[in-house]
C-alpha cells in the first residue's frame, strides 16, 4: 500500500476511534446529569438514619440505578412512534426536552432547603421515589429515539451510573448532611443543557 494511502487509513481510524470515545464521554456526562437527582435524594435518605448498612445503599442503588435504566427505555419507544412525523426537527425536540430539565435542576439547585429524608427504605417509600427522580430520563429516551442512539447500552450507562452515585450519595448524606446537594443538582442541570447545545450546533451547522 502506498505510503500515502497508508496515512489516510490510519488518519480514518484515528477519526473513527475519536468519534467513538466522544460518544461514549457525552453518554457518560449525560448519564452524570441525569443521575443527579436521584443522588441528591440519597444524600435525604443518608441524612435519615443513624447508621447505614449495606442493605440501604443496595436499596437506593437498585431502586434508583433500575428505574433510571428502565425509563429511558420506554421513553425511546414512545420516541420511534413518532421518530419519522419529526425528523426534520428531532434536533430541536432534542435540544428543549435536555434544556428544560435541565434548567428545571438549576432551579431545584437554588433552593435553600434541605430536606431530611425519610428513614424508611421499604418498597413503600422507594417506589414513589425512584419514579419521581427518573421521569427526566423518560424524556432524555424520547430524545435519544430522535438521534436514532443505541438505547439498550445508554440505558444500561445511566442505570449502573445512576446506582454507583445513589449509594455514593447515601454516604456523603449520612457524613456531610446537605453540603453537596445543591452543587451536584446544579452541575447535572449545566452538564444536559451543553449536551443539548452541541446536539443543536450538530445538526444545524
Given at each position: 500500500m502506498p505510503k500515502d494511502e497508508r496515512r489516510m487509513v490510519k488518519l480514518f481510524n484515528?477519526?473513527?476511534?475519536?468519534?467513538?470515545?466522544?460518544?461514549?464521554?457525552?453518554?457518560?456526562?449525560?448519564a452524570i446529569g441525569l443521575s443527579m437527582d436521584a443522588f441528591a435524594v440519597a444524600i435525604g435518605k443518608?441524612?435519615?438514619?443513624?447508621?447505614?448498612?449495606?442493605?440501604?445503599?443496595?436499596?437506593?442503588a437498585v431502586w434508583f440505578g433500575g428505574f433510571q435504566a428502565l425509563m429511558p427505555i420506554i421513553g425511546y419507544f414512545l420516541g420511534v412512534s413518532f421518530a419519522s412525523l419529526v425528523e426534520s426537527i428531532d434536533h430541536w425536540i432534542a435540544f428543549c426536552l435536555l434544556g428544560f430539565i435541565g434548567f428545571n435542576m438549576i432551579h431545584e439547585s437554588l433552593s435553600k432547603s434541605c430536606e431530611?429524608?425519610?428513614?424508611?427504605?421499604?418498597?413503600?417509600?422507594?417506589?414513589?421515589?425512584?419514579v419521581a427522580t427518573s421521569i427526566d430520563a423518560l424524556a432524555v429516551g424520547v430524545s435519544l429515539?430522535?438521534?436514532?442512539e443505541p438505547i439498550f447500552a445508554a440505558a444500561t450507562t445511566i442505570g449502573i451510573t445512576t446506582a454507583m452515585l445513589s449509594a455514593v450519595g447515601l454516604?456523603?448524606?449520612?457524613?456531610?448532611g446537605c453540603r453537596y446537594k445543591s452543587k451536584a443538582e446544579f452541575m447535572g442541570g449545566a452538564v444536559l443543557i451543553l449536551i443539548g447545545i452541541k446536539i443543536l450546533v450538530e445538526h444545524t451547522l
Open positions: 484515528f477519526f473513527v476511534i475519536f468519534v467513538t470515545v466522544m460518544g461514549i464521554v457525552e453518554l457518560i456526562l449525560i443518608g441524612l435519615s438514619v443513624n447508621k447505614i448498612k449495606i442493605g440501604h445503599a443496595t436499596s437506593v431530611r429524608g425519610n428513614s424508611d427504605f421499604s418498597a413503600k417509600q422507594m417506589f414513589p421515589l425512584a429515539a430522535f438521534l436514532k454516604y456523603i448524606g449520612h457524613a456531610f
